[in-house]
């Protein structure tokens, strides 16, 4: 791990015990290598790790749905 300040995502808390954080995803830059996600060991399963192009594509899978019926 390195010595940079980790926040948990689910949070929004720095995590000031570094055994206690835990690497839940790696998010990818635009433009750059990305950067790792980080959550408290307690909170990893409540991270929502939802891929917003898929949420974007599934949105509008719904609104034509719901505007079809």
Known sequence: MSAR???????DEEITDLADAIAVAHELGNSGPGWTVWA?????DDVELIDP????IMTRIWVAQAAAQ
């Open 53 to 56: 192009v898929l949420l974007r």
């Open 5 to 11: 300040l980790q926040i948990c995502r689910a949070c």
């Open 40 to 44: 408290h060991r307690e909170h990893a």
